[in-house]
């Protein structure tokens, strides 16, 4: 190697040493912020549960790991399924996958009208969209909760058009805490969406209608195809923080039709459960990451089928 090589190493290391010293503030605030409570959740969880909260430290236990899903018998000491938990995982999993639905099929219209409105009104529309983001969630879902409560507007208008003669008993269900998060997060569809249209050739869709094809040939094997990453942005958008949702539920189920979120804050709160709240935290942030690994390998071949 000659001098001149062994100037450009020395010049290239010395600008990957700075580029790591500029990054290490930035570095530090990700791991005290974000890495470092997910490390105390993972070491809180493999701890014996304190009498009044918190953790016994060094003592260490697989207890609150077996109880996210196993619960002991009382009188024998002999494991069965944790019936309420499990339920409760399953909820939430339940919930967010028909959010995800029902916002993809409210969003994909709303988009699809934005995209295709003129360019001068476009902005204003995308504008709309985005106001619910001005207000405070926990409003938000106050207000949901005036439209389908007993007293509601939804049952109001429903009794006076004469469709029914008492009102529809919809909060404190699943369908109160399905209608509030499909109410919440359907900007979080619509918007990505609307950027996978908008980039959408529409010569493709005017020349599917040249070859005959009908509306849903041309929805089905022309626009869905080419936004796709729109469509899978989306929905991992509305599932992750779907399926971590706590003032929704709290608000529009009442407490009685909790999601995992609830069930995580019960145990640091009135049951005094650290290690089993922290191995639920884990196990949520597993479930979201089995999503957004699902969306990075859809995301690789919708890719790789565009190249």
Request: hydrophobic fraction near 55%; aromatic fraction near 12%.
């Amino acid at each position: 190697m000659d001098g001149a090589q062994k100037a450009a190493a020395s010049a290239e290391s010395r600008d990957i040493r700075n580029r790591w010293l500029l990054s290490l503030p930035a570095l530090i605030i990700v791991f005290v912020a974000a890495v470092g409570p997910l490390f105390v959740m993972l070491v809180y969880s493999f701890f014996e549960k304190g009498a009044y909260g918190d953790v016994k430290f060094g003592t260490f236990s697989t207890e609150g790991w077996i109880s996210v899903f196993f619960q002991r018998d009382i009188f024998d000491d002999t494991l069965g399924l944790a019936d309420a938990h499990l339920s409760i995982i399953w909820r939430s999993i339940k919930l967010s996958f028909f959010t995800t639905l029902l916002t993809l099929a409210l969003g994909f219209p709303t988009a699809y009208f934005i995209a295709t409105r003129p360019p001068k009104t476009r902005e204003i529309w995308v504008f709309l969209v985005t106001i619910p983001f001005w207000t405070n969630l926990l409003i938000r879902t106050f207000a949901m909760q005036q439209v389908i409560r007993n007293e509601g507007i939804l049952n109001n208008v429903l009794i006076w058009l004469g469709v029914i003669d008492s009102p529809l008993q919809i909060m404190y269900t699943d369908t109160a805490n399905l209608l509030g998060m499909t109410y919440i997060y359907l900007p979080l569809m619509v918007l990505p969406l609307y950027a996978s249209i908008e980039k959408l050739d529409f010569r493709l869709v005017e020349a599917g209608y040249d070859l005959y094809a009908n509306r849903l040939q041309v929805l089905w094997r022309i626009v869905i195809p080419l936004v796709k990453p729109g469509l899978i942005a989306g929905s991992i958008l509305v599932f992750i923080p779907s399926l971590g949702a706590y003032v929704i539920p709290r608000v529009l189920g009442g407490g009685k039709n909790m999601m995992l979120g609830n069930l995580i804050e019960l145990q640091f709160g009135a049951g005094r459960n650290w290690p089993l709240g922290a191995a639920m935290s884990i196990t949520l942030m597993a479930l979201v990451m089995v999503a957004l690994l699902i969306y990075v390998r859809n995301a690789s071949r919708t890719g790789a089928g565009h190249a």
